[in-house]
């Protein structure tokens, strides 16, 4: 089986910053694409930033050059660190990960979600 688990959300001031964490464990084989994903109160989920299994990036227009995806291979960990928070970029974050686990196939998994506040 494999587990998504995300940590480092809470509440922030407008201008400040945080790094999420998503650590994926279980009997994997092998991680691809990772993916952050938010969802706000009364809005469809949205795709924030993915990364690859070489490193290469992708951003949703809301926060580009706010906004840094990376991961740790040897971690099995996806971060996210966001910088210049507005208070629009309060929402449950959610990472995915496309992930084979050990004699199964390929599946997206999903961690269960932390909450970022924007707020002053």
């Known amino acids: 089986q494999v587990q998504l688990v995300e940590s480092g959300g809470g509440l922030v001031q407008p201008g400040g910053s945080l790094r999420l964490s998503c650590a994926a464990s279980?009997?994997?084989?092998?991680?691809?694409?990772m993916d952050w994903h938010r969802q706000a109160p009364g809005k469809q989920r949205e795709l924030v930033a993915s990364i690859t299994s070489g490193g290469i990036t992708n951003y949703g227009d809301s926060v580009k050059g706010r906004f840094t995806i990376s991961r740790d291979p040897a971690k099995n960990t996806v971060y996210l660190q966001m910088n210049n928070l507005k208070p629009e970029d309060t929402a449950v974050y959610y990472c995915?990960?496309?992930?084979?686990?050990?004699?199964?196939?390929?599946?997206?998994?999903w961690g269960q979600g932390t909450q970022v506040t924007v707020s002053s």
């Open positions: 279980g009997n994997i084989f092998a991680i691809y694409n």
């Open positions: 995915k990960g496309n992930v084979r686990g050990l004699g199964r196939p390929t599946n997206d998994y």
